[in-house]
């Protein structure tokens, strides 16, 4: 289990090395234009002479594999340069917004699984009951709702019918100090929203996992041995119908990475996903590239986390090498 | 079920949902406080953040920057008044002189004092190539900057310059500070220190600024204490939050501010502005570039429609840069909605309407594309209407969306649905606009406006110190656009502001075309008074 972490970990390297020169490459290649980007709507009334000064002082007229050199040697020494859009050092950029990005993340994926999981057992049992209809349908919708529409639903009606939950920001907004039951309250609705989004591939897995686990022949044995139906579903049927779920784990990273940035946007939650587009459509070389290194380490993490748990929830697999 | 029922049943819905997380902790009922705690605090919705709070990479160098003060300020009526400085700057004979004599006694708010030794720092650190400042084109006119003892400032320019009194309304940094660090990327680009009415507490990047008032002010302490800008990206969200009683005031978009209209707690701000849309026609253009197909549309082009219809009454028709009810703007020169003239000013030149309904004139279609910004639903509608006009006088107009990428090596040729617009002196937006030789010169003249008579008012107007003089300069070009009009300009556009009404009838000031942060009715929050007002709501 070890040796295949380390290994996972050793080969992550080059794909780390490859993502970040792809990322500057795609971004040369992109037509957008981070000298007019970083001047904003100034660069629309600025001399063509000041766009040029500007475009040598932040030094997008090098070429794309000089600048990705200088990108990674001082990236490994452990300056991870300057962010042209925020004006600030990227490492600041991060660190500012990490964290309530993670918070977010974290929440909304536990109460994805955690429903999804609790609910695609309680369909399993009745398959074609009315609970399973009811959830079942309503899974179905949500895949095809954007997290977007969700959002603005859910302020609308938490929010201004009734009320109850803040509609945006990581705190109220005349507040200035960040308190855990300000951060809480105001986590319920996008983390609830995002995990929503992310609910029914959990759902749709477990539930047709755990159904198919409950008329195989070990279930069927359980059963015949006289064991209590909660015992053969929960340590039965949960189990080899969860198998399908752990894989889904790892996947639904990237989704949940692009849901968080929608979220984000709609709940004005500080978080590193807006920064994210931001980079992108201004060419923000430094920040996009450190970005992209930490959505690649998560998705590989991601990866790795699923398939450990595979191996740790059935023993036939084996752990490679 | 009543509504408190419900009110209980959510909140227990969502507390078991949270028992499922480790965020479960607070119960959603007494978390929501609602925002300004008392009437000295006040909370508005913004569009845009920031990118930059430094004034050395130009935030708030059209003034009004709250941490910051310039040497002068405008007023309500937008006449200069003085702010850091004593007094207005003492001009000499030959305009190349402004001489600002300083304020005493102000302090910065971390306490150390103001002298002539920031003033310095701060324009000539702008004018440093290495600032990565992409305004500083306009402080051009300036040769040098120097310190005559603690309390005076000299400025000497290339070039006589007579609005040059309006740019120094641009905040002053504080060297002690500002001067010790990277100043493209320290930490004085996020956390500054000024002079200003506001002390920056935090920013929470994406989402909010929030300021408390500085007790010390020169200008006396604000009564509003607490200030918060949340930045909300989202039109419909911010309109929602404004309406949950989340927000004291909010820029809207029209469609959203009408429906505040009959909300008796809230008063709808339109705020006059220099915030045009023009279409460009560039010279180098078959079709546009000739004089009477340009007259053409001129009057082909219905502006009170456009008005009406996209705006919904909330702007002005627009025949210049200069809004019709500026001081600068010349009477006469209004042009009425008129087809058949259209007609006759293309018949009488030659383009003769083809089989398909298009004018043609020596085998060249009365055709050009016109490019407006992908996703500027105001501009779309704008661009349609005008091709819509244009057709009716057999001229085809294509729209066509892009981004600027797309649009910009295509300027010298296509026609463009531009916006722009600068109200503190008529020179801002005209010498950039017309002068033939900035003609292709970044955004600069995108219509490649080449008109010799034009040029020389222009430069005229720019160099006379004399407001009369002036002003006949600005008389000649707007009689020259008329003849020969290088843009069709449609519309000027008030912004929107919805406020709480607890804070009393409030002032906007003329706005430009960027919506900075100090437009908007809180262009003088720290003026606002909060008598009268204490808990009469939340």
């Known amino acids: 289990m070890a040796r295949m972490a380390g290994r996972r970990a050793l080969f992550a390297v080059p794909v780390l090395g490859v993502v970040t020169f792809g990322v500057f490459a795609v971004a040369a290649a992109s037509p957008f234009d981070p000298v007019k980007a970083y001047a904003g709507t100034a660069g629309l009334t600025a001399s063509q002479e000041n766009l040029d000064q500007l475009r040598a002082n932040l030094g997008v007229d090098q070429p794309l594999v000089a600048r990705w050199w200088d990108w990674l040697t001082s990236a490994l020494r452990g300056d991870l340069g300057d962010s042209s859009v925020?004006?600030?050092?990227?490492?600041?950029?991060?660190?500012?917004?990490?964290?309530?990005?993670?918070?977010?993340?974290?929440?909304?994926?536990?109460?994805?699984?955690?429903?999804?999981?609790?609910?695609?057992?309680?369909?399993?049992?009745?398959?074609?009951?009315?609970?399973?209809?009811?959830?079942?349908?309503?899974?179905?919708?949500?895949?095809?709702?954007?997290?977007?529409?969700?959002?603005?639903?859910?302020?609308?009606?938490?929010?201004?019918?009734?009320?109850?939950?803040?509609?945006?920001?990581?705190?109220?907004?005349?507040?200035?100090?960040v308190t855990f039951g300000q951060v809480a309250s105001h986590l319920v609705l996008p983390a609830a929203v995002l995990g929503i989004s992310q609910l029914p591939w959990f759902f749709l897995y477990v539930r047709q996992g755990v159904a198919d686990?409950?008329?195989?022949?070990?279930?069927?044995?359980?059963?015949?041995?006289?064991?209590?139906e909660r015992t053969v579903l929960l340590g039965h049927a949960l189990r080899s119908g969860m198998l399908p779920m752990l894989t889904l784990i790892g996947s639904r990273v990237p989704e949940l990475i692009t849901g968080a940035l929608l979220v984000e946007t709609v709940f004005s939650w500080p978080g590193i996903a807006a920064a994210t587009v931001e980079a992108a459509t201004s060419v923000d070389f430094s920040l996009l590239a450190a970005l992209t290194v930490l959505a690649t380490a998560a998705v590989l993490l991601g990866n790795l986390l699923s398939d450990l748990l595979y191996g740790l929830a059935d023993p036939r697999v084996a752990f490679d090498g | 079920?009543?509504?408190?029922?419900?009110?209980?049943?959510?909140?227990?819905?969502?507390?078991?949902?949270?028992?499922?997380?480790?965020?479960?902790?607070?119960?959603?009922?007494?978390?929501?406080?609602?925002?300004?705690?008392?009437?000295?605090?006040?909370?508005?919705?913004?569009?845009?953040?920031?990118?930059?709070?430094?004034?050395?990479?130009?935030?708030?160098?059209?003034?009004?920057?709250?941490?910051?003060?310039?040497?002068?300020?405008?007023?309500?009526?937008?006449?200069?008044?003085?702010?850091?400085?004593?007094?207005?700057?003492?001009?000499?004979?030959?305009?190349?002189?402004?001489?600002?004599?300083?304020r005493q006694g102000v302090k910065f708010s971390d306490g150390k004092p103001f002298g002539a030794k920031d003033v310095v720092f701060t324009y000539r650190t702008i004018l440093d190539e290495k600032t990565n400042n992409a305004s500083r084109t306009e402080l051009d006119a300036v040769k040098d900057v120097t310190a005559k003892g603690e309390d005076t400032v000299v400025f000497t320019l290339k070039y006589p310059y007579a609005p040059f009194a309006q740019r120094t309304v641009l905040p002053i940094a504080p060297q002690h500070?500002?001067?010790?660090?990277?100043?493209?990327?320290?930490?004085?680009?996020?956390?500054?220190?000024?002079?200003?009415?506001?002390?920056?507490?935090?920013?929470?990047?994406?989402?909010?600024l929030s300021f408390t008032a500085n007790p010390h002010y020169w200008g006396g302490a604000p009564e509003v204490k607490k200030f918060t800008m949340a930045i909300i990206k989202d039109d419909d969200v911010r309109a929602t939050r404004l309406r949950s009683g989340d927000l004291d005031g909010a820029i809207l978009p029209p469609n959203?501010?009408?429906?505040?209209?009959?909300?008796?707690?809230?008063?709808?701000?339109?705020?006059?502005?220099?915030?045009?849309?023009?279409?460009?026609?560039?010279?180098?253009?078959?079709?546009?570039?000739?004089?009477?197909?340009?007259?053409?549309?001129?009057?082909?082009?219905?502006?009170?429609?456009?008005?009406?219809?996209?705006?919904?009454?909330?702007?002005?028709?627009?025949?210049?840069?200069?809004?019709?009810?500026?001081?600068?703007?010349?009477?006469?020169?209004?042009?009425?909605?008129?087809?058949?003239?259209?007609?006759?000013?293309?018949?009488?030149?030659?383009?003769?309407?083809?089989?398909?309904?298009?004018?043609?004139?020596?085998?060249v279609r009365a055709a050009f594309p016109l490019w407006y910004l992908t996703g500027d639903k105001l501009r779309q509608e704008h661009a349609l209407a005008y091709a819509s006009d244009a057709k009716k006088a057999g001229i085809a107009i294509?729209?066509?969306?892009?981004?600027?990428?797309?649009?910009?090596?295509?300027?010298?040729?296509?026609?463009?649905?531009?916006?722009?617009?600068?109200?503190?002196?008529?020179?801002?937006?005209?010498?950039?606009?017309?002068?033939?030789?900035?003609?292709?010169?970044?955004?600069?003249?995108?219509?490649?406006?080449?008109?010799?008579?034009?040029?020389?008012?222009?430069?005229?107007?720019?160099?006379?110190?004399?407001?009369?003089?002036?002003?006949?300069?600005?008389?000649?070009?707007?009689?020259?656009?008329?003849?020969?009009?290088?843009?069709?300009?449609?519309?000027?556009?008030?912004?929107?502001?919805?406020?709480?009404?607890?804070?009393g009838p409030l002032t906007t000031q003329v706005e430009p075309h960027d919506h900075g942060l100090a437009s908007g009715p809180w262009w003088n929050v720290e003026k606002w008074s909060t008598e009268g007002a204490g808990g009469s709501k939340k």
């Open chain 2, 177 to 208: 500070i500002a001067g010790k660090q990277d100043v493209n990327t320290g930490a004085f680009t996020t956390r500054p220190v000024g002079t200003g009415p506001y002390v920056l507490t935090k920013w929470s990047k994406g989402e909010k």
């Open chain 1, 86 to 177: 925020m004006r600030q050092p990227v490492a600041d950029v991060i660190a500012e917004r990490m964290g309530w990005s993670v918070l977010l993340a974290a929440t909304a994926f536990l109460v994805a699984i955690l429903l999804g999981t609790g609910l695609g057992v309680l369909a399993a049992r009745r398959p074609g009951g009315w609970l399973d209809r009811c959830v079942s349908s309503a899974a179905y919708t949500l895949e095809a709702a954007p997290a977007f529409w969700l959002g603005l639903l859910a302020i609308w009606f938490f929010a201004l019918k009734l009320d109850v939950l803040p509609a945006g920001g990581l705190t109220d907004a005349a507040s200035d100090v």
């Open chain 1, 213 to 228: 686990a409950l008329a195989e022949d070990p279930v069927r044995g359980a059963r015949a041995r006289g064991l209590s």
């Open chain 2, 256 to 363: 959203l501010a009408k429906g505040f209209a009959d909300d008796k707690g809230k008063k709808t701000y339109a705020a006059t502005t220099y915030d045009y849309r023009t279409v460009t026609l560039p010279t180098h253009n078959k079709v546009a570039g000739d004089t009477a197909v340009r007259r053409a549309l001129d009057v082909a082009v219905d502006r009170e429609t456009m008005v009406d219809a996209i705006l919904n009454g909330d702007g002005k028709p627009a025949y210049g840069p200069v809004p019709t009810d500026s001081e600068w703007f010349t009477k006469g020169t209004e042009r009425e909605h008129d087809l058949a003239a259209a007609k006759k000013i293309l018949d009488e030149a030659g383009w003769k309407p083809g089989k398909d309904g298009v004018r043609v004139k020596d085998g």
């Open chain 2, 1 to 102: 079920m009543t509504a408190r029922s419900i009110r209980v049943a959510v909140a227990a819905t969502m507390a078991t949902a949270l028992s499922l997380t480790a965020a479960a902790c607070s119960n959603p009922d007494t978390a929501k406080s609602g925002s300004g705690s008392g009437s000295t605090s006040a909370v508005v919705g913004i569009a845009y953040e920031p990118d930059s709070l430094s004034p050395l990479l130009g935030y708030g160098k059209d003034g009004n920057s709250k941490i910051f003060d310039g040497l002068l300020a405008l007023d309500a009526d937008m006449k200069l008044r003085p702010a850091l400085a004593a007094e207005l700057p003492e001009v000499s004979a030959d305009g190349l002189t402004y001489t600002y004599k300083l």
């Open chain 2, 398 to 503: 294509t729209a066509e969306a892009g981004t600027w990428e797309v649009i910009e090596p295509r300027m010298k040729h296509d026609a463009v649905l531009a916006g722009g617009g600068s109200p503190a002196d008529p020179d801002f937006d005209q010498y950039t606009l017309l002068k033939s030789s900035l003609a292709g010169d970044g955004f600069n003249n995108m219509a490649w406006y080449d008109n010799k008579a034009v040029d020389a008012a222009i430069e005229a107007g720019r160099k006379s110190g004399d407001k009369a003089e002036r002003k006949k300069a600005y008389d000649t070009v707007q009689r020259e656009l008329v003849k020969n009009p290088g843009y069709t300009f449609l519309t000027h556009i008030d912004h929107l502001y919805v406020v709480d009404d607890r804070f």
